[in-house]
């Protein structure tokens, strides 16, 4: 089993910063493709941005190019999301996703096993 936990949401001006955080407990997480994944009120859950376990690779959803980034720290469990010049349309609740082989399909939820709870990121124009 795998526990994740996101954390470093909160409520922002747009064209402010934030980084989020997703911490895993349990399994080997050197070994987990990591995912973000966010739903805004009255939508479905979007692909974010993905890496690989090694780091090397990593996929963004069109929206967030240029200005996300994700990242991960294997020795701290602990993988990051920067999120730069925010908007008010990247008002969601952010979750962490990790699956052994989701690097074949990430933007997939399937290719995910194990998600958190999830963490609220409000941006106001």
């Known amino acids: 089993q795998v526990q994740l936990v996101e954390s470093g949401g909160g409520l922002v001006q747009a064209g402010d910063s934030l980084r989020l955080f997703c911490a895993a407990s349990g399994r080997a997480f050197s070994s987990l493709d990591i995912g973000w994944f966010r739903q805004a009120p009255g939508k479905e859950r979007d692909f974010v941005a993905s890496?690989?376990?090694?780091?090397?690779?990593?996929y963004y959803a069109d929206s967030v190019k240029g200005r996300f980034t994700i990242s991960r720290d294997n020795a701290k469990n602990t993988v990051y999301l920067q999120m730069n010049s925010l908007k008010p349309e990247d008002t969601a609740v952010y979750y962490c996703?990790?699956?052994?082989?989701?690097?074949?399909?990430?933007?997939?939820?399937?290719?995910?096993?194990?998600w958190g709870q999830g963490t609220q990121v409000t941006v106001s124009s």
């Open positions: 996703a990790a699956g052994p082989f989701a690097t074949a399909q990430p933007m997939s939820e399937r290719s995910y096993n194990y």
């Open positions: 890496i690989s376990t090694s780091g090397r690779s990593t």
